[in-house]
T-cell receptor, first 112, second 120 residues
Framework: GENVEQHPSTLSVQEGDSAVIKCTYSDSASNYFPWYKQELGKRPQLIID?????GEKKDQRIAVTLNKTAKHFSLHITETQPEDSAVYFC???????????FGQGTRLTINP | NAGVMQNPRHLVRRRGQEARLRCSPM?????VYWYRQLPEEGLKFMVY????????ESGMPKERFSAEFPKEGPSILRIQQVVRGDSAAYFC??????????????????FGAGSRLTVL
């Protein structure tokens, strides 16, 4: 079935430390993996994405890694800041079904 | 570009009433997706539509829920005879091509601000 598992569900880190969120997906044909950030009461916003033809992508303090063999991908946030506090969702595109399936979300709290 | 527009932003209904949620996709986007988010939960796929066609409604309850995306006007998610369990945020997202297309970058999903339905 179409399934994306995300861990942990909550994560608390000290400001300046790194945060890592991990996701696994069920369909080996999936080829697109975006990450969305959702602040309280706001819309999900795309922060970074990766396609299956690359193993890693970086944008300033944010990076995503993809292991297609193991069917998992991870979000890495370095030098965390208070404004990084939000809920983060991973997703995988299930090509045959033509839709994005989202993980359950990770509530990230940055402690000053 | 005004982005994905949803209205109403907040809707209160009593049990048994009907709720209609509207979504205007970004300019140039002809693919619309509806997701439901229960409090403290993730985004659950409901339905995928193109103009005048329902492509995938596998995530939508068989009863009381319907969706349309007419040739003219916004996409509408309709919930009949609402119950308290329908209380949630309903997000619409759009993309210029479908998620089945392999073109890089062309099928990024952009979300609207959501419609928060409260059933009393």
């Amino acid at each position: 079935g179409e399934n994306v598992e995300q861990h942990p569900s909550t994560l608390s880190v000290q400001e300046g430390d790194s945060a890592v969120i991990k996701c696994t997906y069920s369909d080996s044909a999936s080829n697109y993996f975006p990450w969305y950030k959702q602040e309280l009461g706001k819309r999900p916003q795309l922060i970074i994405d990766i396609r299956s033809n690359v193993g890693e992508k970086k944008d300033q303090r944010i990076a995503v890694t993809l292991n297609k063999t193991a069917k998992h991908f991870s979000l890495h946030i370095t030098e965390t800041q208070p404004e990084d506090s939000a809920v983060y969702f991973c997703a995988a595109r299930f090509v045959g079904a033509q839709k994005l399936v989202f993980g359950q979300g990770t509530r990230l709290t940055i402690n000053p | 570009n005004a982005g994905v527009m949803q209205n109403p932003r907040h809707l209160v209904r009593r049990r048994g009433q009907e709720a209609r949620l509207r979504c205007s996709p970004m300019k140039g986007h002809s693919h619309v997706y509806w997701y439901r988010q229960l409090p403290e939960e993730g985004l659950k796929f409901m339905v995928y539509l193109q103009k005048e066609n329902i492509i995938d409604e596998s995530g939508m309850p068989k009863e009381r829920f319907s969706a349309e995306f007419p040739k003219e006007g916004p996409s509408i998610l309709r919930i009949q005879q609402v119950v308290r369990g329908d209380s949630a945020a309903y997000f619409c997202a759009s993309s210029p091509v479908g998620q089945g297309a392999s073109s890089s970058g062309a099928n990024v999903l952009t979300f609207g601000a959501g419609s928060r339905l409260t059933v009393l």
